[in-house]
Nanobody, 126 residues
Framework: QVQLVESGGGLVQPGGSLRLSCAAS????????MGWFRRGPGKEREFVAG????????RYAESVKARFTISRDNAKNTVYLQMNSLKPEDTAVYYC???????????????????WGQGTQVTVSQ
C-alpha cells in the first residue's frame, strides 16, 4: 500500500520558519516528480512547489518564491519543504503529492498527481 506521510507542521509566528517532510512508503518515487499543495481556510487547494526526480528541477507558486525551498532525498524516499519568512496567509493544510506519470516535468495541476498524503496543518499567527 502506497502511503505519503507529511510531518513538521505546527504553529509559528510571522517571520518564522518551518520544515515539512513527506515520507513515502510502499513504493519508491525516486524517479517521479513530487509536489506540495495547500488549502487555506475557505480556499481551494493550490499548488505550492514541485520538484522533478533530481533536485535541479523545481517550480514554485509566485506567492512563495524566494521564501520556500523544495528538495528531496531519493535515498530516503522523502521530499522536504523549507518555509522561511512565513506570513499569516501561509496558514493552511499542506499536502504532499506524487506524480507517477512524470519524471522531470513538474505539473501545477492537481489531477496529474496520483498519490496524496493526509496533510499537515501550518498556522502562522502571533
Amino acid at each position: 500500500q502506497v502511503q505519503l506521510v507529511e510531518s513538521g507542521g505546527g504553529l509559528v509566528q510571522p517571520g518564522g520558519s518551518l520544515r515539512l517532510s513527506c515520507a513515502a512508503s510502499g513504493r519508491t518515487f525516486s524517479s517521479n516528480a513530487m509536489g506540495w499543495f495547500r488549502r487555506g481556510p475557505g480556499k481551494e487547494r493550490e499548488f505550492v512547489a514541485g520538484i522533478g526526480w533530481s533536485n535541479g528541477n523545481t517550480r514554485y507558486a509566485e506567492s512563495v518564491k524566494a521564501r520556500f525551498t523544495i528538495s528531496r532525498d531519493n535515498a530516503k524516499n522523502t521530499v522536504y519543504l523549507q518555509m522561511n519568512s512565513l506570513k499569516p496567509e501561509d496558514t493552511a493544510v499542506y499536502y504532499c503529492a506524487a506524480d507517477s506519470a512524470h519524471s522531470t516535468y513538474v505539473s501545477i495541476l492537481q489531477y496529474e498527481y496520483e498519490y496524496w498524503g493526509q496533510g499537515t496543518q501550518v498556522t502562522v499567527s502571533q
